[in-house]
């Protein structure tokens, strides 16, 4: 990457300053991006400090230099949060009515060259863009959290989308060291929630049917196959388990089954308040003696020595970092 002043916006509006749009404007901050943030929550600045500090944190232990730093200013209004904006970063809460009567208020007070993102987790941007004017301008700029530590963002477009909104906004992801995956096509839940959806179901399933707690099931995961998912993927990982045949040999091994009734993916338990308790309950005996702060340090310390590493061997999130610990004159 080159340290190009146009693969960042000069100033952006973070319009919803909770988990992820903290985290967005820390990235953002924290890469030279001046940011404007509008939130009527009288603790957004509380919010944006502390998960900051933690961006910051994180960043160092990295070696990533966070000394120059763009300017934040808390926004009186949504319309002068945007007014000066090439980047719009919409993060409200996930509800198509609170999205639309939000983005349309973007859309009326954004330059006309601004590029609206919603952060959204499921819904497309043919669904966001009622009351939208100018919807060629609008994608999906889907993060995962933490927004400041994970590279990946789902770009997805609109077929009002033009080509050029999406490649200056890969360009901009690329430039606060994301790594920008473009949806082919419109799809609820886009990619990677999907999976987490499928995933999730199952879980359910094993809580509900008295097979697995939440911590074993957790367990599962980061003793598991998890490690494997964080540095190779899905198909790479059974790649390999197809030994020298590849892939071809796996499918021939293990794909009949498929057809096995292993999983319920189509289907859901009720969510009953006893299964809620269970749930909660289960959760609150495996992490209830840290705080969230806590466990959120204890993520980031860990994500931190997993992108060192995949860094010093140039492979998956780590040749994301080149592009985190550049910037642009």
């Known amino acids: ?43 957004a600045p509380e919010i944006f400090e502390e998960v900051t500090a933690n961006a910051v944190a994180a960043w160092d232990a990295l070696g990533v230099d966070t000394a120059r730093r763009g300017s934040v200013t ?30 349309a208020a973007i859309d009326a007070a954004a330059p006309e060259g601004a590029i609206i993102a919603s952060s959204t987790s499921g819904f497309t941007p043919s669904e966001l863009a009622e009351g939208v004017e100018r919807a060629e301008r609008l994608i999906v700029g889907h993060p995962f959290n933490p927004v400041y530590l994970l590279p990946l963002v789902e770009v997805v ?78 198909f790479e990982t059974y790649r390999i388990a197809g030994g020298v045949g590849g892939m071809r040999h796996f499918i021939a091994q293990f794909g009949e089954a498929l057809s096995w009734p292993w999983t319920k993916l189509m289907d859901t338990p009720e969510l009953t308040e006893e299964l809620i308790d269970t749930i909660a309950d289960q959760s609150d005996a495996q992490s209830g003696h840290h705080s969230i702060r806590e466990l959120e340090r204890i993520r980031d310390r860990n994500l931190v020595g997993f992108l060192k590493v995949l860094e010093e061997h140039n492979w998956g999130a780590g040749q994301s970092m080149q592009a985190l610990r550049d910037k642009a004159e």
């Open 1 to 43: 990457m080159s340290d190009d002043p146009a693969s960042l916006p000069s100033r952006a509006a973070i319009v919803g300053c909770g988990v992820i749009g903290a985290g967005w404007a820390s990235r953002l901050h924290l890469r030279g991006v001046d940011i404007s943030v509008s939130d009527p929550s009288p603790s």
């Open 74 to 103: 808390f926004a009186a209004s949504l319309a002068e949060a945007c007014e000066q904006a090439e980047l719009v970063v919409e993060s409200v809460p996930e509800r198509l009515d609170i999205k639309h009567s939000t983005l």
């Open 157 to 234: 477009a609109s077929p009002a989308t033009t080509d050029e909104v999406i490649e200056r906004a890969k360009a901009w992801y690329r430039g606060i060291g994301m790594h920008p995956l473009h949806v082919r096509r419109e799809i609820p839940a886009h990619i990677a929630d999907r999976f987490l959806e499928a995933v999730w179901r199952e879980a359910l399933w094993l809580v509900n049917d008295g097979v697995a707690t939440t911590e074993e099931i957790d367990d599962a995961i980061r003793y598991g196959f998890g490690l494997r998912w964080a540095q190779m993927g899905l």
